[in-house]
């Protein structure tokens, strides 16, 4: 089973509302990604979480908030964002983060609108 | 510092034809070259992957790529696709030097006609 999942699957918010995109996955994965894709263009990383740590940050504005409550669940903290942040977040996630090449495994995304 | 170049953003195909997608990489250490496909409004999904042994590595829906060191390649190719083949492929690659997140080409689609 190579499954993460995703929610909501799609979320309209205003630029003032605070809402939260979560992904679960029960592979007993321990690193966690957070990626965002714009139409036509490929996915880029925001985060990366390691054994419930951030080990990465991709020099995300601070809008976006990650948490990492425990192995299985990496939640994306939203809060006055931008439309221009308008886009797919994918989350991922890989038996380690060790430099071994371990596959990275995604999730169907949530589609994200800001008006 | 690693990247992937795919120099065709689309191909347009008929059906049962044979296509091939091209992937280059630079990278000055080892590599891991993966190839994810996404369909119209979906996620990413693991088409295939190298990470050493055979150079020529085979998807279940009948899809190879043929790692080429000396080449820098991962060329995708399936011998006849069909409509549903109609995605976007990307190629990405991870190296040895540190974590293993992935740097992607830009993508090609790849339009498959009847």
């Known amino acids: 089973d190579t499954e993460v999942t995703q929610t909501p699957k799609h979320l309209v918010m205003g630029m003032t509302n605070k809402k939260s995109l979560k992904c679960e996955q029960h592979?007993?994965?321990?690193?966690m990604y957070w990626y965002k894709q714009k139409a036509k263009k490929p996915p880029e990383l925001m985060f990366v979480y390691s054994y419930e740590k951030l080990s990465i940050n991709e020099s995300v504005p601070s809008r976006f908030s990650p948490e990492c409550p425990n192995s299985s669940l990496l939640n994306l903290h939203l809060h006055a964002l931008q439309p221009e942040d308008s886009a797919l977040y994918l989350c991922?996630?890989?038996?380690?983060?060790?430099?071994?090449?371990?596959?990275?495994?995604f999730g169907e995304g949530s589609w994200l609108t800001v008006v | 510092a690693q990247s992937v170049t795919q120099l065709d953003s689309q191909v347009p195909v008929f059906e049962e034809a044979p296509v091939e997608l091209r992937c280059n990489y630079s990278s000055s250490v080892s590599v891991y070259l993966f190839w994810y496909v996404q369909y119209p409004n979906q996620g990413l999904q693991l088409l295939l992957k190298?990470?050493?042994?055979?150079?020529l590595v085979e998807s279940i829906n009948g899809f190879e790529a043929e790692f080429n060191k000396s080449q820098t390649s991962f060329h995708l190719r399936k011998p006849s696709v069909h409509i549903s083949d109609t995605a976007e492929y990307f190629c990405a690659v991870s190296d040895s030097s540190g974590y293993s997140t992935l740097t992607f080409g830009k993508g090609t689609m790849l339009l498959v006609s009847p």
């Open positions: 592979m007993g994965h321990r690193a």
């Open positions: 991922a996630s890989s038996q380690v983060i060790s430099s071994s090449g371990n596959t990275i495994y």
């Open positions: 190298y990470l050493s042994g055979s150079t």
